[in-house]
């Protein structure tokens, strides 16, 4: 069964600023805010900013969020949104800590469930076995863009009144906190995306599942993410944008598939998450050698952000070395690795059937029956949301908001 993992559909909403190729500037943003007009007199005027640089997270490095309006008062059009509540973990604000709705759990069962049935390609959901407003998920990076074959780990949570607010997502494929990868995607595992409400642009509707939101993001990791970059339609520095692809391409061979095989991050991943990475390590393993041997030039050189971020340099023979042992290792387990010369397809099938094995695993039953491991008597913080009526989800009913 073979599958493309670039997503069929395009993602819904705007990023912090898609360029005019990115799957998610269909909302038509500008790469500048609007200029409004609210209160009186002097209010009403704004200046135009010598180029404004500011730091969306203490730690993130600077970059322009806009070249564009400032208000009397000198605050940046937009900038509320760097404050938006976005952690899935912080659990301070009642949101997050009132239990569910019957609703909200009717909901997320049938988002669940429509992904299970018919998963989108290089997207995988996993619910937590013991609270159903918990969800992990792990994204492949699309074909022909530098983040191919990257296994991107999020864990997603609901609030109490989805799907009237949006859910909460946080990137957890960051190298511990080091790595920033996309002008969308912190190293703080924040994601920009109007839809989360972490940015300008079209808002959350109820109308909207996690599988758009996941697609949304998906889309992010477009073939040139420097654009991505508010005031970055064209590039600063001429060659830019492909320095920046070469440092998201060993990024991500580095972190979001040697790290996220090998390291920390997948002891909090599902074991069936982590059997789909496994899974479709082999499929990829001859492009990702093809990656570093292609980029052995650049080994020892620094890598120069282009949005000023700390990077380490250039090390494509020592992935090499680690992608061998991790294939070693897989092997030993068993895992297909063939030396064919038949071109095969990376990924073939792999995340769609695992996103069915998930299913599989969990005794999810698409007539509505009863989760395996408690998906319809989940508790959100040991908050009882049973649900046993049959309601439809998106698309049928009164989904959009019960």
């Known amino acids: 069964m073979a599958s493309s993992l670039k997503p069929d559909s395009k993602g819904v909403g705007s990023s912090k600023l898609p360029s005019s190729s990115s799957p998610a500037s269909a909302s038509g943003m500008s790469s500048e805010p609007a200029e409004s007009a609210s209160g009186s007199g002097n209010d009403k005027k704004k200046k135009k900013s010598s180029t404004k640089t500011a730091k969306s997270e203490g730690s993130e490095g600077s970059f322009d969020f806009f070249d564009g309006m400032v208000g009397s008062d000198g605050a940046e059009n937009g900038l509320v949104y760097l404050n938006a509540k976005w952690d899935p973990d912080d659990l301070s604000d009642g949101d ?57 780990y999020f864990l997603i949570r609901f609030p109490h009144d989805y799907p009237i607010s949006p859910p909460r997502v946080r990137l957890m494929t960051t190298g511990n906190g080091t790595v920033r990868f996309n002008p969308n995607l912190y190293k703080s595992g924040k994601v920009c995306l109007s839809i989360l409400g972490t940015w300008a642009g079209p808002s959350w509707s109820p109308a909207q599942t996690l599988s758009t939101v996941l697609i949304s993001i998906q889309s992010l990791m477009n073939e040139k993410p420097y654009h991505n970059e508010p005031g970055y339609k064209h590039e600063r520095t001429p060659g830019d944008s492909k320095n920046y692809n070469d440092i998201i391409m060993h990024e991500t ?55 000023g971020d700390s990077r380490p340099t250039f090390n494509f023979r020592q992935l090499m070395k680690w992608l061998k042992t991790i294939k070693a290792r897989l092997s030993d387990n068993k895992t297909d690795y063939s030396d064919s010369d038949e071109e095969r397809t990376p990924g073939q099938g792999a995340s769609n059937k695992g996103c069915r094995d998930c299913r599989q695993d969990d005794n999810l039953s698409l007539e509505g029956g009863a989760h395996g491991k408690n998906i319809s ?7 009882s949301s049973n649900t046993s009526d049959g309601s439809e989800g998106p698309g049928g009913g009164n989904s959009n908001t019960s």
């Open 253 to 307: 061979i580095r972190v979001a598939v040697c790290d996220m095989i090998d390291g920390a991050t997948r002891m909090h991943m599902p074991d069936t998450l982590r059997a789909v990475m496994e899974s479709s390590f082999p499929d990829y393993y001859k492009y990702y050698v093809q990656v570093c041997e292609s980029h052995l030039h650049l080994d020892g050189q620094p890598m120069n952000d282009p949005f």
């Open 96 to 152: 997050m800590m009132s239990p569910p709705s019957p609703a909200c759990v009717r909901r997320i069962k049938n988002d669940i469930l429509a992904i299970y049935s018919d998963p989108p390609p290089g997207l995988c959901v996993m619910p937590d076995p013991h609270n159903i407003t918990k969800i992990h998920g792990l994204l492949t990076g699309p074909f022909d863009t530098p983040y191919e074959g990257g296994f991107f």
């Open 377 to 383: 008597g989940a508790s959100a913080e040991g908050h």
